[in-house]
Structures are given as structure tokens and as C-alpha cells.
């Protein structure tokens, strides 16, 4: 157990470290996608107060169509004062900026026409949607110190969760600037970044499903070392009776002390001859359960009498048990369509186990009848210890009882797990099935269902 353990913490620390290495990453590739809007939004913005201008200068000359209307834009900046370095790198950006500056300086000089805030917003948007990008947006009009002059959203420009452009200049002084802001570039980036997510989530679910599969395993194989260290020990516990009585017997015999007392002599072969019954009967047990699992036992269905098998049985018992053992009988139905060896073993586990985990006194309730949907059933129900629910979805595994090595160690109940098994395997062949239900310390009602005559020829057509 210390082992299974040690291996879950490595694995939810494997786990934690994966987990931390795609947080990274998708923090990583967040801040990388970030970075690409904002740096699109900005050369996009440029564009859109670009087009502002030329906008503004439409509407002018629509309104005064009657007239001519032409004027001058200088470029304050001498582009021969630029350096070497700046001629070279940053000359179409000098030009563009210098363009801008210009035309809007004109515009507002010689006809008298702020900046639309409105129809920069619209041109914005829709140069945004063109590339897929579908943002809500505002623009505004800043001082040098990021002071809001004019605005055409009511949004705080350095709000939490909005995403700002460059300032654009729209003056030589640089003293007034156009800037825009995105609302809800959160949305935007997760957007960007779908297939990304969907495939870490993909990738995580493998991960974990693969780990815990893992983990699954070693449990079971865990699980399957400690049921054959329980089989191994209830079977030399279970096995090593009958072979003392067996080879003590032997030895009595073969002294001839017992040659004078005929019927002392004959006791004891009669003890041999039970003990090496008892002996073959768990060998065939294994054998048999072995050839059920794999679908290689060949059933001989007859209509088997009830009765007379149940009170072969429970004379037997009754006979055979240490303790007072009453039986009540409650059978509607006196036949049922089953391989009649199969099914005699299979009520004589149950009838076994009611007398084995009761106390001194064992009442026994025999009940059989048919349901409406013509499936027979057999039910044994005793009072004795009954079955913990957490054991009861596993108790008809092959080796599993409930602490099955300690009460072995402890002189309680013998066997290895075979018999509940057996009569699972048994109900399995027959089409049918084997149900329980218990409380614990007041009863246990197990019910074996088998599919009528009628029933099982329908089936087979």
C-alpha cells in the first residue's frame, strides 16, 4: 500500500509540473498573440485616421460643391535634417506621420473641421472587420500627458481589460493625439487562440486519462498480487485439514493396528475416501470455473424438480452443521430449466454460506416462483451478518470475500473465494444472472434468475 502511495504522488506531481509547463505556454502564447493585435490594431488605426481626413474632406466638398475649393499642406520637418540612420529605417514612417500631421492640420486650418470621433470609430471597425478582427472600439482625442480631451465612448480609457493603440499625432507641436481603444481584447486573443486551446485541453484529458489509466493498472495488479497471496494462504488453510486427516489416516492404516477392529478400520476409510472427495471437489471447483470464464463448459439443460434437490441439500446441512439449522419453504414453482449437476452446486454454495455466516441459530428461507416476464427465481435468504454495501459489488469476484485472509487467520469462516463466483459463473451460463441484497447484521437474500423453458427457446429462435 505504501508503494501504491509513493507512485500516486509522483504522478500528481508529474501531473502538476505538465500542468504548470501549458500554463506557461499558454501564458506565453497569450502575451505572443496580444503583441500581433496590438501591433495590427495600431497600422490599422493609422489607416483609419488617414481615412477620417479624406472623409472629413468629402463632406466639405459636397457642401460647398458650388465652389472650387483647393488648399496647401506643408511638412514642417525637413527630411534632409533626418540622420543617416533614420533616412534608412524610418523614412516612409517620417512621410506617413508628416502626411498625416499635414492633412489634418489642414483640414482644421482652412476648413474648420474637428476630427469625427464618430466616423472614426465606424472606419475603424470596419477596416477591423475586413481582416476578421471584430472588436468594439472608441476612439478619442489625448493631450501629451494622456489626458482624455474629447472621447466618443464612455468607457475609461485605462480601464482594466481594454487594449490601447499608439497616439497618433495630429499636430507638428505633438501636442494633441488620436488614440483607439479596444474594449474586449480578451475575447478577441481567446478567439485567435481556439485551436490552440481546444488542442491543450485534448492534449491535458489525454494526459491525465493516460496517467490515471496507469495508475489503474498498477492498483489492479497490486490488488491481483494481494488476492493471490490471499488464495494461496485460504487454500493451504482450506486444504491442509483433510490432508492431515488424510495422511494420518494413512499412516493408523498401514501399522494394521485397525486389522482386528473391522469397523474402526472401515471409519477410517470412510474418512479417507470423504476427505479425498472434499480434496477433488475444490480441484474441480477451479477446473470448472476456469472452463465457464473462457465459454468452454457445455450446459445439459433439463427441467430439473425443485424440491427434492433443495431438500437434498438441506438435509445435508442441517445434518452436517455445527449449529441449529431451520428451514422455511415458500416454492411456487417446482421446476425450472437448468443443468441440474450446475445448478445443485451452485444452490449448495449458497446454502453453505447462509449456515457459515450466521450465528448459532440459522433461519433459512427457501422461496422460488416466476416473474412476469417469465424469468424463474430461486431465493435463499438467511439472518445471519449480512453483507457491508461497500463489499457487496464485489463479493461475487473470483478469490474476493470480505476479509477473507483475516477471519481465515483469525478461525472465522474457511474457503478462498470460489463459491459466489461459481454461482455467478453459473447463472452467466445459463443466461441468467445471480443478485443480492443485505443489510448488515440483520440479513442477506441472494436470488438466482434463470430464464424459463419458454423463455430460452425464444431466445434461441
Not at 483640414?107 to 481582416?131: A, F, G, P
Not at 476427505?275 to 475444490?282: G, P, R
Not at 445435508?316 to 439449522?325: E, F, R, S
Request: with cysteine; net charge neutral.
Amino acid at each position: 500500500m505504501g508503494k501504491i502511495k509513493h507512485i500516486r504522488w509522483i504522478a500528481v506531481i508529474g501531473l502538476l509540473a505538465i500542468i504548470e509547463l501549458q500554463y506557461v505556454w499558454l501564458t506565453n502564447t497569450y502575451k505572443l498573440t496580444e503583441e500581433s493585435l496590438l501591433m495590427k490594431s495600431d497600422a490599422l488605426f493609422k489607416d483609419a485616421a488617414l481615412q477620417e481626413v479624406f472623409c472629413r474632406m468629402e463632406k466639405y466638398k459636397k457642401m460647398m460643391s458650388s465652389k472650387d475649393t483647393t488648399f496647401t499642406i506643408y511638412l514642417e520637418e525637413d527630411p534632409d535634417t533626418l540622420s543617416a540612420d533614420m533616412m534608412k529605417n524610418r523614412a516612409n514612417q517620417w512621410l506617413m506621420s508628416s502626411l498625416h500631421i499635414a492633412f489634418q492640420k489642414a483640414v482644421l486650418k482652412e476648413l474648420k473641421m474637428e476630427v469625427s470621433l464618430t466616423d472614426l470609430d465606424s472606419i475603424y471597425t470596419h477596416i477591423l472587420d475586413s481582416i476578421d478582427i471584430h472588436a468594439k472600439v472608441f476612439s478619442c482625442v489625448i493631450d501629451s500627458s494622456g489626458n482624455v480631451i474629447r472621447s466618443s465612448g464612455k468607457t475609461d480609457i485605462n480601464a482594466h481589460g481594454t487594449l490601447k493603440t499608439s497616439p497618433v499625432p495630429i499636430n507638428f507641436e505633438k501636442s494633441r493625439f488620436l488614440q483607439g481603444i479596444i474594449t474586449n481584447p480578451y475575447w478577441l486573443i481567446v478567439q485567435r487562440m481556439t485551436m490552440l486551446l481546444i488542442a491543450t485541453a485534448l492534449i491535458m484529458v489525454l494526459v491525465i486519462g493516460c496517467i490515471v489509466y496507469q495508475i489503474r493498472i498498477i492498483i489492479r495488479q497490486d490488488k491481483i498480487a494481494k488476492l493471490r497471496e490471499d488464495f494461496s494462504y485460504a487454500m493451504i488453510h482450506d486444504m491442509k485439514t483433510p490432508l492431515s486427516s488424510i495422511l494420518m489416516g494413512t499412516q493408523i492404516l498401514e501399522t494394521g493396528r485397525l486389522d482386528s477392529q473391522p469397523e474402526k478400520k472401515a471409519r477410517y476409510f470412510r474418512i479417507l475416501r470423504e476427505e479425498s472427495e472434499h480434496l477433488l471437489a475444490l480441484t474441480n471447483k477451479v477446473l470448472t470455473l476456469s472452463k465457464l470464464e473462457n465459454h468452454r463448459l457445455k450446459l445439459t439443460k433439463t427441467d430439473c424438480p425443485l424440491r427434492p434437490l433443495l431438500e437434498d441439500l438441506a438435509e445435508k446441512y442441517k445434518a452436517n452443521a455445527p449449529k441449529k439449522v431451520t428451514y422455511v419453504w415458500n416454492l411456487t414453482t417446482e421446476t425450472v430449466y437448468a443443468d441440474h449437476e450446475f445448478l445443485k452446486e451452485a444452490l449448495s454454495n449458497l446454502i453453505d454460506n447462509a449456515v457459515k455466516y450466521s450465528g448459532e441459530e440459522v433461519e433459512i428461507i427457501l422461496s422460488s416462483g416466476t416473474r412476469a416476464d417469465g424469468t424463474d427465481y430461486i431465493s435463499i435468504r438467511d439472518n445471519g451478518f449480512g453483507i457491508p454495501l461497500k463489499e457487496q459489488s464485489k463479493i461475487f469476484e473470483k478469490y474476493e470475500r470480505a476479509s477473507a485472509t483475516e477471519r481465515n487467520r483469525k478461525g472465522g469462516a474457511t474457503g478462498f473465494g470460489l463459491g459466489l463466483n461459481y454461482v455467478f459463473r453459473v447463472a452467466e451460463a445459463h443466461d441468467g444472472q445471480i443478485t443480492v441484497e443485505s443489510i448488515e447484521g440483520e440479513y442477506s437474500v441472494f436470488t438466482l434468475l434463470l430464464p424459463s423453458k419458454e423463455k430460452a427457446e425464444k431466445e434461441k429462435i
